[in-house]
């Protein structure tokens, strides 16, 4: 867990080096190269430095253990944060689609978008690479890691590199086509906005099923039910209830066993169902085994 943690904060810490860069270098190179696409695309990248903090700040707290105020340990802070982000995610995306419709609409009335300067061009073709490579390198992270909010803020610095491409689209069609054409830029932010809006709502999803106590999944159950019938003594399983904490799970059920048994050996089989449960899923993995006798036997 202690590991888990590193480098989950070292893949961040990296990814907020790089969104304080690139908000100073982004909004500079807007202003000189007049591009008011750049200028929000450095806004846009200080949203994923917000998110950099909220997934630092939570995954330190869910990263303790049970104390008495949480017996089943800080699992559902990482949770949390996963929400926060896909939050901050669909507010970037609905940002950029009320900016895009503006620009949109000014421009059918007869504004004008300035033509940008080469600046700002080369700026959206540094932020693109750099956002793409920092990507892939917190998605592999995350998945080594087993971490929805790793993942989460992957998709925030894509969201970052794809809000690039609809301000290069916009200069690049400005500075080659003419200033007709800079309306290409808020048409390509609103097709993006739409995208990065989809991706954040569906990875908000699990979090709030998770923060609702919802079970797991019902091949999982399942499992569950298979791999404790299959330890020896175990007549039978019930009353099962399952949820997720965190990248853990926690698994209540109860074991029918052989009423003629000593305490001791009614013990020992329902340690040996926890153990062979931990053995699948995790030593993290919180369970509870009431026992009960076999009503038919006695």
Same mark, same amino acid.
């Not at 590193?6 to 907020?16: K, L, N, P, S």
């Given at each position: ?47 994923? =430095? ?5 997934? =630092? ?6 990263? *303790? ?18 929400l926060i ?9 609905? *940002? ?52 929805p909010v ?29 200033? *007709? ?23 908000? =999803?699990?979090? =709030? ?53 000593s305490v ?13 449960? *931990? ?20």
């Amino acid at each position: 867990m202690h590991d888990r943690g590193q480098e989950i904060r070292r893949i961040t810490v990296v990814g907020a080096i790089v969104n304080i860069i690139l908000t100073i270098f982004k909004i500079i190179a807007g202003v000189l190269g007049r591009s008011a696409a750049m200028v929000a695309d450095g806004i846009h990248s200080l949203s994923d =430095l917000l998110s950099d903090i909220v997934v =630092l700040v939570f995954t330190h707290i869910s990263s *303790k253990g049970k104390d008495k105020n949480h017996s089943f340990g800080h699992g559902k802070f990482e949770t949390m944060a996963t929400l926060i982000v896909s939050v901050i995610l669909v507010a970037v995306g609905a *940002k950029l689609m009320a900016d895009g419709v503006a620009s949109i609409i000014g421009v059918m009335n007869g504004n004008s978008i300035p033509l940008p300067g080469s600046i700002a061009l080369w700026a959206a073709i540094g932020s693109i690479i750099i956002k793409e490579i920092l990507y892939h390198a917190t998605i592999r992270t995350a998945r080594r890691t087993n971490s929805p909010v790793v993942l989460a803020n992957a998709w925030h610095h894509r969201s970052d590199a794809l809000s690039s491409i609809g301000a290069l689209t916009g200069i690049a069609g400005a500075m080659i086509l003419g200033e *007709k054409w800079t309306i290409l830029d808020p048409i390509a932010s609103c097709c993006i906005s739409i995208a990065i809006i989809v991706v954040a709502v569906k990875m908000s =999803l699990p979090s =709030l099923a998770e923060l609702l106590e919802t079970s797991l999944p019902e091949e999982i159950e399942k499992d569950i039910i298979s791999i404790a019938n299959s330890v020896q003594g175990v007549e039978n399983i019930h009353e099962l209830k399952t949820r997720r904490n965190g990248i853990s799970y926690i698994i209540d059920a109860h074991i029918v066993v052989d009423p003629h048994i000593s305490v001791t050996e009614a013990h020992n089989i329902a340690t040996d169902v926890e153990n062979a449960l *931990k053995e699948k899923y995790g030593n993290e993995t919180q369970i509870n085994i009431h026992i009960e006798p076999d009503q038919d036997s006695l």
